[in-house]
């Protein structure tokens, strides 16, 4: 299995960047696609996730309303389009795969701090920087 996460730059505040993570190994009807972001000095967090036995998508209270997750599945690419940045959103973001079956519904894990302890895939990152 390999994700490989594309996409990020440099913008400024109110701008957009759609980040691209493309996928191998593994069938998006089994498994849960999940964006995650970490900024310096924090913990990694969960994003937003697309899972088709889950429903969705899903997304953390603080990228609702501007960010949105995709996918083409002809391509196993999942996108994150992420419109009206904040410097706030400034950080590392990874894309990462799970087995649906084996984790509860994203809406709860996206509330917690331990959402990317389910992920079993990672990509390798890609940095997101959004200038004031």
């Known amino acids: 299995v390999q994700l490989q996460a594309s996409g990020g730059g440099l913008v400024q505040t109110g701008g957009s960047l759609r980040l691209s993570c493309t996928i191998s190994?593994?069938?998006?009807?089994?498994?849960?696609i999940a964006w995650f972001r970490q900024a310096p000095g924090k913990e990694r967090e969960g994003v937003s996730c697309?899972?088709?036995?889950?429903?969705?998508?899903f997304y953390a209270d603080s990228v609702r309303g501007r960010f949105t997750i995709s996918s083409d599945n002809a391509k196993n690419t999942v996108y994150l389009q992420m419109n009206m940045l904040k410097p706030e959103d400034s950080a590392v973001y990874f894309c990462?795969?799970?087995?649906?079956?084996?984790?509860?519904?994203?809406?709860?894990?996206?509330?917690?701090?331990?959402?990317?302890?389910?992920?079993?895939?990672w990509g390798q990152g890609t940095l997101v920087t959004v200038s004031s």
């Open positions: 697309l899972s088709s036995r889950h429903g969705g998508p």
């Open positions: 990462a795969a799970v087995e649906s079956m084996s984790i509860p519904t994203p809406r709860l894990l996206l509330k917690t701090s331990n959402m990317p302890r389910h992920f079993d895939y």
């Open positions: 190994g593994l069938t998006l009807d089994t498994y849960s």
